[in-house]
């Protein structure tokens, strides 16, 4: 099995975002013992519907999965959506160009992605499991 860190750090100097200097960190050890790889997709799905994008397919993992992901786009209004495919089809996710997120999943539910725009920008992501 293999152990990934995750990390973040927040850092803003005194007077830009509060009248005193932010520092934040965290970070959290995960022991993965699958992980479905980095991989790269294009998004060509404009709404909620069976061909957007999968990125992750509900009990692929017992224990509750991670997902990276990141909107590759180099416009920062070309936007990705990524929603919960089951029948609400809730949306927790609106990522401009460049915009990136580390988060634990339900693992019940299967996660996908759209893009409005129809300009079909490159979503990249890694789910990491902690069982199989």
Avoid: C
Avoid at 3 to 22: C, K, P, W, Y
Avoid at 59 to 83: G, H, M
Wanted: glycine share 6%.
């Amino acid at each position: 099995m293999a152990t990934t860190t995750a990390t973040i750090s927040l850092i803003s100097a005194a007077g830009d975002l509060l009248t005193d200097a932010l520092t934040l960190s965290d970070a959290t050890s995960i022991t993965a013992s699958h992980t479905t790889g980095l991989a790269r997709k294009k998004v060509t799905a404009t709404a909620v519907h069976a061909t957007a994008t999968v990125l992750y397919t509900a009990d692929d993992f017992a224990a509750s999965p991670y997902l990276y992901i990141k909107n590759t786009a180099a416009s920062a209004t070309e936007y990705i959506w990524v929603y919960e495919d089951e029948g609400s089809d809730r949306v927790i996710l609106k990522m401009g160009g460049g915009d990136w997120a580390f988060m634990p999943l339900k693992g019940d539910t299967t996660m996908k992605a759209y893009a409005p725009s129809s300009n079909d920008p490159v979503v990249e992501f890694m789910v990491i499991g902690t069982d199989q």
